[in-house]
Nanobody
Framework: QVQVVESGGGLVQAGASLRLTCVAS????????MGWFRQAAGKEREFVAG????????RYSDSVKGRFTISRDNAKRAGFLQMDSLNPEDTALYYC?????????????????WGQGTQVTVSS
């Protein structure tokens, strides 16, 4: 099993920045990938960004491209989501997800391990 814990959410005003952190522990795989997803009230969970632990390849949704940056610290097995120019539409519960396999998928079914989520609220 892999345990995944997110942190860093909060309440900010539009235009501000936040940095989310995801730390994984437990079982390791020869190839791994981390994804960030979010779920707003009344909506389905959607892909935000992901990164391959193997080669650092990244992937972003169109809605955050150019504003959010995903990165990793291999030594700490930690991933980060730097969120800039936040707007009220970014308000959601943000989840970190982990998979055994190096490819970054943008669908929830590809990820086996999930954190509890961290709330991000952006006021106008």
């Amino acid at each position: 099993q892999v345990q995944v814990v997110e942190s860093g959410g909060g309440l900010v005003q539009a235009g501000a920045s936040l940095r989310l952190t995801c730390v994984a522990s437990g079982r390791t795989f020869s190839g791994e990938a981390m994804g960030w997803f979010r779920q707003a009230a009344g909506k389905e969970r959607e892909f935000v960004a992901g990164i391959s632990w193997t080669d650092g390849a990244t992937r972003y949704s169109d809605s955050v491209k150019g504003r959010f940056t995903i990165s990793r610290d291999n030594a700490k097995r930690a991933g980060f989501l730097q969120m800039d120019s936040l707007n009220p539409e970014d308000t959601a519960l943000y989840y970190c997800a982990w998979r055994g396999g190096s490819f970054v998928y943008d669908n929830t079914a590809a990820y086996d391990y999930w954190g509890q989520g961290t709330q991000v609220t952006v006021s106008s």
